[in-house]
């Protein structure tokens, strides 16, 4: 799974980085004899409930505040949310983060950008999944060739359009990395847009932030919206979610690499949302078809981990999960098989170094304190 991590350190980080190494000793404070409290209900949307009503191993959860405490983990961890049957049973702040903190997603991003994708997608905005991505750019056509025109929505959706993109054997923050070329370009889009095709679209995967740039930069063609105001409209407001903001590209274009902030208990909602076929509440907010897609390996990062429309896969814990991840320990983490949505998240750093260990301690906790008290 290091490989696979280390997937998920090379996101835009390049904004909002600053003030971001921060932490402190819990707000709830996990003390060796940690207690634990029903979250509280609000008029947010969320049902909540106790462990036991849920039957979660509630001593495995104490073992896991506890380390946390005694390991320091509190020193950079922001939340850890559980959601099981369409109720939320558990909630941790740590440090200055509280219920109205927003958490800065990173490249989980990419999978909320992929749902707001599959929404304009279903309203008739965007057609097939097959469709050659050109085909929405005519703007940067001198820029395509028979090769480029070999790819498709699909290609862009599941990381395997075949460019020549280099992001994860080049430092993170370096000019050699494009995704931090691409964002100092000033237009990201073109910047894609103008890399050669290096493998056949669709036989290798290659982690790719341009991919969800190009899906918001169709979404601002079809719609004439950015995906910030197409995605208030169509996935935040239909689930009660008003409170959030978006990093930008210096020419305007919402960062879809990783530029959303958003408070833990919304974050569980997209999580929800997918668990359910794209339902909230009765409404359906995402056709299940795009949800069955989304959570479909297209692509195989490595031996065990899959890749579906912006979401990965793997076994953990004898659980096969779904998540979207970010740089410094971001997850939205979905247990199909036991109806539980995870939210953590954590503060980050531009030391990798440091971040990759964080993210190692995080994992630790979500395979063996979490996932096995379900």
């Given at each position: 799974?290091?490989?696979?991590?280390?997937?998920?350190?090379?996101?835009?980080?390049?904004?909002?980085?600053?003030?971001?190494?921060?932490?402190?000793?819990?707000?709830?404070?996990?003390?060796?004899?940690?207690?634990?409290?029903?979250?509280?209900?609000?008029?947010?949307?969320?049902?909540?409930?106790?462990?036991?009503?849920?039957?979660?191993?509630?001593?495995?959860?104490?073992?896991?505040?506890?380390?946390?405490?005694?390991?320091?983990?509190d020193a950079f961890l922001r939340n850890i949310l559980i959601v099981k049957n369409n109720k939320l049973v558990f909630e941790e702040y740590f440090?200055?983060?509280?219920?109205?903190?927003l958490s800065h997603l990173q490249s989980a991003t990419k999978s909320i950008v992929s749902a707001i994708f599959g929404i304009a997608k279903s309203n008739g905005y965007v057609g097939s999944s097959d469709d050659s991505l050109f085909n929405y750019f005519p703007e940067y056509q001198p820029l395509s060739n028979p090769d480029?025109?070999?790819?498709t929505l699909q290609h862009v959706l599941s990381m395997t359009p075949g460019l020549d993109w280099n992001e994860n054997s080049t430092a993170t923050f370096g000019a050699q990395n494009d995704n931090i070329a691409a964002y100092q370009s000033n237009n990201y889009i073109e910047y894609v847009l103008q890399?050669?095709?290096?493998?056949?679209?669709?036989?290798?995967?290659?982690?790719?932030?341009?991919?969800?740039?190009?899906?918001?930069?169709?979404?601002?063609?079809?719609?004439?919206?950015?995906?910030?105001?197409?995605?208030?409209?169509?996935?935040?407001?239909?689930?009660?979610?008003?409170?959030l903001?978006?990093?930008?590209?210096?020419?305007?274009?919402?960062?879809?690499?990783?530029?959303?902030?958003?408070?833990?208990?919304?974050?569980?909602?997209?999580?929800?949302?997918?668990?359910d076929g794209g339902l909230w509440n009765g409404q359906q907010?995402?056709?299940?078809?795009?949800?069955?897609?989304?959570?479909?390996?297209?692509?195989?990062?490595?031996?065990?981990?899959?890749?579906?429309?912006?979401?990965?896969?793997?076994?953990?814990?004898?659980?096969?999960?779904?998540?979207a991840a970010g740089y410094g320990g971001q997850l939205i983490v979905l247990v199909p098989d036991s109806?539980?949505?995870?939210?953590?998240?954590?503060?980050?750093?531009?030391?990798t170094d440091v971040t990759s260990q964080r993210q190692s301690d995080i994992w630790y906790l979500l395979t063996n304190f979490i996932l096995t008290s379900i």
């Open positions: 799974m290091k490989r696979a991590n280390q997937y998920c350190i090379a996101l835009l980080a390049v904004v909002g980085l600053s003030g971001c190494d921060g932490g402190g000793s819990s707000s709830n404070p996990a003390a060796v004899d940690y207690v634990y409290r029903v979250p509280a209900q609000r008029s947010d949307g969320w049902l909540v409930s106790s462990l036991d009503a849920e039957d979660l191993d509630g001593q495995r959860l104490a073992d896991m505040m506890n380390r946390i405490s005694s390991q320091r983990h440090g200055d983060a509280g219920i109205d903190a480029k025109e070999a790819i890399k050669n095709v290096v493998s056949t679209p669709g036989t290798t995967w290659n982690y790719n932030s341009g991919c969800p740039m190009l899906l918001a930069g169709i979404i601002r063609n079809q719609t004439g919206m950015h995906i910030d105001e197409f995605g208030d409209q169509n996935l935040f407001a239909p689930l009660g979610i008003t409170d903001r978006w990093e930008y590209q210096s020419d305007g274009l919402p960062l879809a690499t990783g530029g959303l902030w958003i408070k833990a208990r919304d974050a569980a909602k997209i999580g929800q949302l997918f668990l907010v995402i056709a299940a078809e795009w949800v069955d897609a989304s959570l479909t390996a297209h692509a195989s990062p490595s031996n065990d981990v899959d890749y579906g429309y912006l979401w990965w896969t793997q076994i953990r814990a004898s659980h096969r999960i779904w998540y109806d539980v949505t995870i939210v953590i998240n954590a503060n980050y750093t531009r030391d």
